[in-house]
């Protein structure tokens, strides 16, 4: 049999250079699981190679092949990265949502784009690479679950808190802001889940994310496949703690939340978005809208009974919005038993309706494009609304984003956590969680303004308040009595993990 010519892939995942986000956090960056799938359809005579910027900054590696992945923010430094490539005379190719997208921009710095799934076409490209009939475009489109690999762990060669797996693809609801329909379908697309499991079976942190968009979709097939994944996960004896991303429906069925509970899950990423009807009508929220915003404390409550801490996603920004409803929003978060929040900007993804509306009526400020993608981080205000200059969203959210994230206001919220879930870990994980997204959102006021936030919300300052000074100790008490003991207990009964 002939054999065949070595060859390598370098897989590059870039991160935004304008802001560091999530990789100002350790525990906040994300393995690129959609690298790891690359990895796995790429036939065996090809070396792979990682490079993720979140850990390692870019330097040149030779290779046949660079395959970059990118979200819209990162968009414009893989772009840097290819075109350093292209003048080699490499081959570039890139593919994840912003590629398909924008595909026509990113063919002006790669040879060619993947868009959507790559399962059903990635060994036609690599074939048709090594006949030299490489194509500008392939559309994957979006296979059938069975097609999706297990994803290849052996190339994260770096020491990332969380194992991400995905349990299914696809969102019916079109949300009028997110491209996630779009990129992966209206149809819930699932694994099987002992395929699931097997995968679950192979990872190695006593973290995991389990990254679907909403686990429990909207129906009840779902919510019954959720389970079996749940019971599959007690009876293999896989203990980990995770996360995962569901809708606000995930409180129906408590079921579900009983046996989430018992597999490890302590923290619930909900879509909860805004606090009234005309800000969810006008973002097509349509679940939340049908359910009610009174709903929302008796859903909480839900989730809280079971253990589990809730993680909710706040939109600020709308086209409606005026300054008081930011305030109202703030006051929510506060006010609700949301026990941590990711608190974003309004930021139209390309592709979106969303996006297509602002750009019609003239309301984005940020595009210079590519290199204006820098600032679509859901942090930085890239529009004028009706209401609202992005200047005057910058500073009212500085000022938002400090009254909820300062350390007074998290350990209150931390209190208010364990008290309604009466879970240490839940408690610890979601005032990790807020103390992580405070220290993104405001990074360049700690950075720049040590006597700032810095002040409140590092272990630096000398003059603290007796409030803190008391909750300091609690927090090391919650710590070792809860993570500190889910670590040891996890490393002495996996001892073979750390000898890997
Ligand atoms: S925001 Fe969530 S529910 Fe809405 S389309 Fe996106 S993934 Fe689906």
Redesign the pocket.
């Known amino acids: 049999m002939e054999l065949k010519k070595r060859r390598k892939l370098l897989l590059i995942n870039p991160t935004n250079q304008s802001r560091k986000g999530f990789v100002y956090v350790d525990s906040m960056r994300f393995m690129p699981i959609n690298l790891g799938i690359i990895a796995a359809l790429t036939p065996d005579h090809w070396d792979v190679e990682l490079l993720d910027e979140s850990y390692e900054p870019f330097h040149f590696i030779e290779a046949d092949i660079v395959g970059l992945t990118a979200f819209t923010s990162s968009a414009y430094r893989a772009y840097q990265i290819a075109d350093i490539y292209k003048e080699h005379g490499i081959t570039t190719i890139m593919g994840g949502v912003h590629a398909t997208m924008c595909t026509d921009e990113a063919l002006e710095h790669v040879h060619t784009v993947v868009q959507r799934d790559a399962e059903s076409i990635w060994a036609g490209v690599i074939k048709d690479f090594e006949e030299g009939n490489l194509k500008r475009i392939y559309d994957g489109g979006n296979v059938n679950p069975e097609e999706i690999p297990h994803v290849r762990r052996d190339i994260f060669k770096y020491p990332y808190t969380y194992d991400l797996i995905q349990t299914a693809r696809g969102?019916?609801?079109?949300?009028d802001?997110?491209?996630?329909?779009l990129m992966c379908g209206q149809k819930y697309r699932e694994r099987e889940v002992e395929a699931v499991l097997d995968e679950m079976e192979q990872t190695k942190s006593p973290l995991m994310f389990i990254v679907d968009?909403?686990l429990v979709n909207n129906n009840k097939k779902a919510q019954e496949r959720a389970i079996r994944l749940f019971k599959g996960m007690i009876a293999r004896g896989i203990k980990k703690h995770w996360l995962t991303?569901a809708?606000i429906n995930i409180a129906d069925n408590e079921e579900v939340l009983h046996w989430a509970y018992k597999a490890g899950c302590r923290l619930l990423l909900v879509?909860v978005e805004a606090e009234s009807p005309k800000a969810l009508k006008e973002m097509n929220?349509k679940?939340n809208l049908k359910r009610g915003v009174d709903s929302y404390e008796k859903a909480f409550a839900r989730i809280h009974k079971h253990g589990i801490g809730i993680l909710a996603t706040m939109i600020f920004g709308l086209e409606s919005d005026t300054v008081e409803d930011l305030y109202a929003r703030r006051d929510f978060v506060l006010n609700s038993s949301i026990d941590s929040y990711q608190t974003t900007v309004l930021t139209p993804l390309p592709g979106t309706v969303m996006y297509k509306r602002m750009k019609e009526s003239g309301m984005i400020a940020m595009d210079n494009y590519p290199s204006d993608w820098e600032k679509y981080q859901f942090m930085y205000p890239v529009v004028n609304t009706p209401n609202i200059s992005h200047i005057e969203m910058r500073e009212v959210m500085k000022d938002i984003w400090i009254s909820l994230y300062k350390k007074d206001t998290i350990r209150r919220k931390l209190m208010k956590t364990i008290w309604n879930t009466k879970s240490l870990s839940a408690a610890y994980w979601t005032y990790a969680t807020n103390h992580n997204y405070g220290r993104m959102l405001l990074e360049h006021y700690i950075e720049n303004e040590p006597g700032g936030l810095n002040y409140d919300m590092e272990f630096k300052s000398g003059k603290r308040s007796r409030y803190l000074k008391i909750t300091d100790r609690i927090m090391i008490l919650i710590y070792k009595l809860s993570w500190e003991r889910l670590l040891a207990n996890y490393f002495q009964s996996n001892k073979h993990l750390n000898k890997q």
């Open positions: 969102c019916p609801m079109g949300c802001f997110c491209s996630v329909t968009d909403n991303q809708s879509g929220k679940l």
